[in-house]
């Protein structure tokens, strides 16, 4: 089946970015390759991810977070806690998302000047268990933030130890998902515009 990729254009304050309309696994017989490939906005009509909460309280952990979607934006925050798991994220339902012609993931959002982490998930596993793949990016306070998490960052892990290998197929993205666990206490706040994935060189 063959899905037709329509441009759109979306203004946050005076900036402007290029996206275009979800499509579950852009196959290699469309004539072509789009710039960027919207995943998940929070306007109307943008493609939903089916978000949820997973904090580190399943390991014991004292943290908490939390999301609200607002009209324009997902509003991830909560509060870390280092006497246990350390960790807040808000994590995707099941994806079938075939990224291979892209470059990596491009986030637009407004933070709080801590470092995040954005996670892959495919069907890799390490001694038979799931393994993630993990990249962190830093944010600037208070201004929106344009980053792009190249593909090649992402380095597997499996419960925060990082391993050797596999290395990551982007042809088979299953989940993906977004963390606090810069190893702070404190509160955190993260506003989420869009996310997209991103062609080398754009």
């Not at 050797?164 to 706040?189: H, V």
Request: aromatic content about 12%.
């Amino acid at each position: 089946m063959s899905y037709a990729i329509t441009a759109i254009l979306r203004k946050l304050g005076m900036t402007g970015l290029s996206a275009c309309l979800l499509c579950h696994s852009l196959r290699a017989e469309e004539p072509e390759l789009v710039n960027t490939l919207l995943l998940t906005a929070f306007e109307q009509d943008s493609p939903d991810v089916g978000w949820y909460v997973q904090n580190d309280n399943v390991m014991g952990g004292k943290s908490e977070g939390g999301f609200d979607i607002t009209v324009s934006e997902l509003v991830f925050s909560g509060n870390t806690n280092t006497n246990g798991g350390g960790f807040s994220s808000i994590r995707s339902q099941p994806l079938e998302l075939d990224l291979s012609d892209y470059a990596g993931i491009r986030l637009t959002l407004k933070a709080d000047g801590r470092r995040y982490t954005w996670s892959l998930q495919t069907d890799a596993r390490w001694r038979g268990r799931r393994i993630n793949y993990w990249a962190d990016f830093d944010t600037a306070p208070g201004e929106v933030n344009v980053i792009d998490v190249p593909f090649e960052r992402f380095l597997p892990q499996f419960r925060g130890f990082k391993l050797d290998g596999p290395k990551l197929d982007r042809s088979q993205i299953k989940e993906f998902a977004l963390y606090q666990y810069d190893k702070t206490d404190g509160p955190f706040e993260l506003r989420l515009v869009s996310v997209e994935a991103y062609v080398e060189g754009t």
